[in-house]
């Protein structure tokens, strides 16, 4: 039993006909089972429209399955009583992080989860200034969000989703906008979250952000083509390619350099190179 | 440039004024308004005029910020000045083919001026001190008595919340549609009044798709993030009436006093 568990779930979209009907439209997911244990960072991989970012929002219950089942701790994403209870446990970032900042003060933006939640004001106050700590924007809480860079903006809104004290925290394609120096950063502060004990499941299309999890899910035309350790699947070229990804250069170097399998991310190979 | 215009124009300071809670300064701010048009004589004025700068010495915002808001509607006063030094009847003070000055003319015309140049500066003096998180967060919790009758408080408030939030990011958009629009050969330069307001088409049309993009995307944003409208809500900040407010209060009181008998001062 995992603290996420999806089963046989299947997401179907409906379409508006020329007659004005809804009739059956894509099917974004098909048949997909997972369970995603407490703790553990998993990275969700696939080509564009494989279905990555709508599994991303079955996990809170922002789309709800058309069949099958996502049980969140307990929590039946379908039962629109214990909705609440879920989405406080499983907060989300989105890529675009224009769009998901509220208010224009930092500060004012990372306390709004807290706010909805019914917090105590003095209890809002602790943990918005912990929550900026944790991503390095404590000194600036009282700046305006539109002076921010990307990087910043995306800060901001990690910072308004661990306010929330969630047990797992979705990241869907957070750094997809962002320059490599905001993309370190972001990187950077998942893996301290995941070191923190919280659940972390990052959807990406960098291969190099998906070795450093502990399990990779690829999905392939929305459903499940593979699920296992980094340093099994960037060992499998014909996997890769089937998936319509790309191996990551380090690997790459890894394969033409003849070093051991087990080496997966730039540390590990770097310092394997170095040590030698 | 754009950068200026999206906090207001907020001064940001820590003095006796913008201490005080937002509530205590709409109101206070919406009965000096109405008590410039109580007053109907110089003296009225002159206790009206003292009162206000007194207030933005209080508030150590630079005269410079106070009188930039009065640039802007500078030709509302003066052809407001002018209409009423033309247009009033009474004791003739000057004739000169058909046009008249009166006497009474000429004292209406003064104090409509400074009514409005007071009026500007009192409703300035506002939005200078308080920040505009602030002056929302005070306006839902005035108008929450209302929301008995059916008045969205709370939604009216969110709404000019996210205006403010998002006018530099449609501002940005906007900037980046121009630019494509003309990289394509677009002319928004060129032409008569009305080629360059059909040249604005293909920049709203593209403005409104991605406004929608935008709200569907923060929609999904605040819905993850557990909100489910105001109520059981609560606020980080919570204003709350401080001493100041009452001092505040008393002192408006009793300026309401002296501004409501300076109309029998006769010298």
Same mark, same amino acid.
Not at chain 1, 53 to 65: R, V
């Given at each position: 039993?995992?603290?996420?568990?999806?089963?046989?779930?299947?997401?179907?979209?409906?379409?508006?006909?020329?007659?004005?009907?809804?009739?059956?439209?894509?099917?974004?997911?098909?048949?997909?089972?997972?369970?995603?244990?407490?703790?553990?960072?998993?990275?969700?991989?696939?080509?564009?429209?494989?279905?990555?970012?709508?599994?991303?929002?079955?996990?809170?219950?922002?789309?709800?399955?058309?069949?099958?089942?996502?049980?969140?701790?307990?929590?039946?994403?379908?039962?629109?009583?214990?909705?609440?209870?879920?989405?406080?446990?499983?907060?989300?970032?989105?890529?675009?992080?224009?769009?998901?900042?509220?208010?224009?003060?930092?500060?004012?933006?990372?306390?709004?989860?807290?706010?909805?939640?019914?917090?105590?004001?003095?209890?809002?106050?602790?943990?918005?200034?912990?929550?900026?700590?944790?991503?390095?924007?404590? $000194? &600036? !809480? /009282? @700046?305006?969000?539109?002076?921010?860079?990307?990087?910043?903006?995306?800060? #901001? *809104?990690?910072?308004? =989703?661990?306010?929330?004290?969630?047990?797992?925290?979705?990241?869907?394609?957070?750094?997809?906008?962002?320059?490599?120096?905001?993309?370190?950063?972001?990187?950077?502060?998942?893996?301290?979250?995941?070191?923190?004990?919280?659940?972390?499941?990052?959807?990406?299309?960098?291969?190099?952000?998906?070795?450093?999890?502990?399990?990779?899910?690829?999905?392939?035309?929305?459903?499940?083509?593979?699920?296992?350790?980094?340093?099994?699947?960037?060992?499998?070229?014909?996997?890769?390619?089937?998936?319509?990804?790309?191996?990551?250069?380090?690997? $790459? &170097? !890894? /394969? @033409?350099?003849?070093?051991?399998?087990?080496?997966?991310?730039?540390?590990? #190979? *770097?310092?394997?190179? =170095?040590?030698? | 440039?754009?950068?200026?215009?999206?906090?207001?124009?907020?001064?940001?300071?820590?003095?006796?004024?913008?201490?005080?809670?937002?509530?205590?300064?709409?109101?206070?701010?919406?009965?000096?308004?109405?008590?410039?048009?109580?007053?109907?004589?110089?003296?009225?004025?002159?206790?009206?005029?003292?009162?206000?700068?007194?207030?933005?010495?209080?508030?150590?915002?630079?005269?410079?910020?106070?009188?930039?808001?009065?640039?802007?509607?500078?030709?509302?006063?003066?052809?407001?000045?002018?209409?009423?030094?033309?247009?009033?009847?009474?004791?003739?003070?000057?004739?000169?083919?058909?046009?008249?000055?009166?006497?009474?003319?000429?004292?209406?015309?003064?104090?409509?001026?400074?009514?409005?140049?007071?009026?500007?500066?009192?409703?300035?003096?506002?939005?200078?001190?308080?920040?505009?998180?602030?002056?929302?967060?005070?306006?839902?919790?005035?108008?929450?008595?209302?929301?008995?009758?059916?008045?969205?408080?709370?939604?009216?408030?969110?709404?000019?919340?996210?205006?403010?939030?998002?006018?530099?990011?449609?501002?940005?958009?906007?900037?980046?549609?121009?630019?494509?629009?003309?990289?394509?050969?677009?002319?928004?330069?060129?032409?008569?009044?009305?080629?360059?307001?059909?040249?604005?088409?293909?920049?709203?049309?593209?403005?409104?798709?991605?406004?929608?993009?935008?709200?569907?995307?923060?929609?999904?944003?605040?819905?993850?993030?557990?909100?489910?409208?105001?109520?059981?809500?609560?606020?980080?900040?919570?204003?709350?009436?401080?001493?100041?407010?009452?001092?505040?209060?008393?002192?408006?009181?009793?300026?309401?006093?002296?501004?409501?008998?300076?109309?029998?001062?006769?010298?």
């Amino acid at each position: 039993m995992g603290f996420i568990e999806i089963r046989d779930l299947k997401i179907e979209f409906t379409k508006i006909d020329e007659s004005g009907k809804e009739v059956p439209g894509k099917v974004a997911l098909d048949g997909i089972s997972l369970d995603i244990e407490k703790g553990s960072f998993v990275a969700v991989v696939g080509m564009n429209g494989s279905g990555k970012s709508t599994l991303a929002k079955c996990l809170n219950g922002l789309l709800i399955p058309t069949a099958g089942r996502v049980i969140v701790d307990g929590f039946d994403t379908a039962n629109d009583e214990t909705i609440w209870d879920i989405r406080s446990r499983v907060s989300m970032v989105f890529q675009n992080p224009d769009n998901q900042l509220v208010s224009s003060i930092v500060e004012d933006d990372v306390a709004f989860g807290p706010e909805n939640l019914g917090i105590e004001p003095a209890e809002i106050r602790e943990r918005v200034d912990n929550a900026l700590i944790k991503v390095g924007m404590f $000194e &600036l !809480r /009282d @700046k305006g969000a539109h002076m921010l860079s990307g990087g910043q903006k995306q800060r #901001i *809104a990690i910072a308004g =989703a661990i306010a929330m004290r969630p047990d797992c925290i979705v990241f869907d394609e957070p750094t997809a906008m962002l320059d490599p120096k905001g993309r370190a950063g972001v990187m950077q502060i998942i893996r301290d979250l995941h070191s923190a004990g919280i659940t972390c499941i990052l959807i990406t299309h960098f291969m190099s952000e998906a070795e450093q999890a502990d399990r990779v899910i690829v999905l392939k035309n929305g459903k499940l083509l593979c699920d296992r350790t980094p340093a099994a699947l960037f060992s499998d070229r014909e996997m890769i390619e089937r998936a319509g990804l790309e191996m990551p250069p380090e690997i $790459e &170097l !890894r /394969d @033409k350099a003849g070093l051991p399998k087990e080496l997966v991310t730039a540390e590990e #190979i *770097a310092d394997y190179i =170095a040590g030698k | 440039m754009i950068r200026d215009i999206t906090l207001g124009q907020y001064y940001p300071g820590d003095s006796m004024v913008h201490r005080l809670d937002a509530r205590t300064k709409i109101i206070a701010t919406l009965l000096y308004i109405i008590e410039l048009f109580v007053v109907n004589n110089f003296w009225g004025f002159l206790i009206a005029a003292v009162a206000l700068f007194a207030v933005v010495a209080v508030s150590k915002v630079p005269l410079k910020f106070i009188f930039r808001g009065l640039t802007a509607v500078f030709l509302i006063i003066a052809f407001t000045f002018l209409l009423n030094l033309f247009m009033v009847d009474g004791r003739v003070l000057w004739h000169w083919k058909f046009l008249t000055i009166t006497y009474e003319g000429v004292s209406r015309a003064f104090f409509m001026a400074v009514r409005l140049v007071l009026l500007i500066i009192g409703s300035s003096i506002l939005t200078l001190t308080t920040k505009p998180i602030e002056l929302t967060d005070g306006l839902e919790k005035l108008l929450k008595p209302f929301s008995k009758i059916g008045l969205p408080s709370h939604e009216i408030a969110l709404m000019m919340t996210i205006a403010l939030r998002f006018i530099p990011t449609l501002m940005e958009e906007t900037d980046k549609i121009i630019k494509a629009q003309q990289a394509r050969g677009a002319d928004f330069e060129s032409g008569n009044i009305l080629q360059r307001a059909k040249s604005l088409i293909p920049i709203l049309v593209p403005l409104f798709v991605s406004s929608f993009r935008i709200a569907q995307d923060l929609a999904l944003a605040m819905e993850a993030r557990c909100y489910r409208g105001g109520d059981g809500r609560t606020r980080m900040n919570e204003i709350r009436f401080k001493k100041g407010d009452a001092a505040a209060a008393v002192l408006m009181a009793l300026f309401l006093a002296v501004i409501i008998a300076s109309r029998y001062i006769t010298l």
